[in-house]
């Protein structure tokens, strides 16, 4: 069977011949802290990289079998409006659902939120193997990594309500782009205001041409 890692050498390459990789683990592994305590944590360099090689070549077969082959009947199709909601073509949601029977979300995500623990260098050759699927799926699939923000900015009770969700497939978005301001950050009008009595923030402005916008979570 076809597998786009496999088939894809300069991936394999970088990955393994790179003299950075083992400080690349290291920072990650913070020193191997969770070989005790999960499974599938690795117990050492070796053991990380075969690791990350394993999950490559599930990423591989997934793109090479399912996406792939899925591609041109989602152009075919394509999203459409319901009851409310834009929904995916219907081969998406395949895709999306052998990448979640996988447990090829959450990827950079710390174990103990049900994440992979990879390294944004695996997670980056994981992209572009599915781009060489359907590089409109990777954009779907890939934005997942707006979970990064959260988890090196919010507060702990935020990462335990939004990483778990994030790691078991559900889909994400970074609503940015304004109408008068484009993509300029300083430009964007929207504002929030905290309301106090149900402890909750509101927000008040227009977001639009949001990429993956009517994903289950909203990084705004």
């Known amino acids: 069977m076809a597998n786009y890692y496999n088939d894809i050498k300069e991936i394999q390459f970088e990955l393994n011949n790179s003299d950075l990789m083992s400080r690349i683990v290291e920072l990650k592994e913070r020193q191997f802290e969770d070989k005790d305590k999960y499974d599938e944590a690795?117990?050492?360099?070796?053991?990380?990289?075969?690791?990350?090689?394993k999950v490559l070549d599930i990423v591989g077969d997934i793109t090479a079998n399912v996406i792939a082959p899925n591609a041109e009947a989602v152009d075919a199709e394509g999203p459409h409006h319901e009851n409310g909601r834009v929904r995916y073509a219907s081969k998406t949601y395949e895709n999306l659902e052998a990448m979640i029977q996988a447990g090829m979300n959450g990827m950079t995500m710390?174990?103990?939120y049900?994440?992979?623990?990879?390294?944004?260098?695996?997670?980056?050759?994981?992209?572009?193997?599915?781009?060489?699927?359907?590089?409109?799926?990777e954009n779907i699939w890939s934005l997942q990594d707006c979970i990064e923000t959260l988890y090196c900015f919010g507060n702990e009770e935020q990462r335990q309500k939004y990483i778990p969700?994030?790691?078991k497939g559900e889909t994400m978005s970074m609503?940015?782009?304004e109408p008068d301001?484009?993509?300029d950050l300083q430009s964007v009008m929207l504002k929030a205001t905290f309301d106090e009595e149900n402890n909750c923030w509101r927000l008040n402005g227009a977001k639009r041409?949001?990429?993956?916008g009517d994903s289950d979570i909203h990084l705004v």
Do not use: K, W
């Open 42 to 53: 690795p117990q050492d360099f070796a053991d990380a990289m075969d690791t990350y090689g």
């Open 110 to 112: 710390p174990r103990r």
């Open 114 to 137: 049900g994440g992979l623990n990879l390294p944004v260098t695996v997670y980056t050759a994981a992209n572009e193997i599915v781009s060489t699927g359907d590089a409109g799926f």
């Open 165 to 167: 969700r994030v790691c």
């Open 175 to 177: 609503d940015l782009t």
């Open 181 to 183: 301001a484009g993509s």
């Open 209 to 212: 041409f949001i990429t993956n």
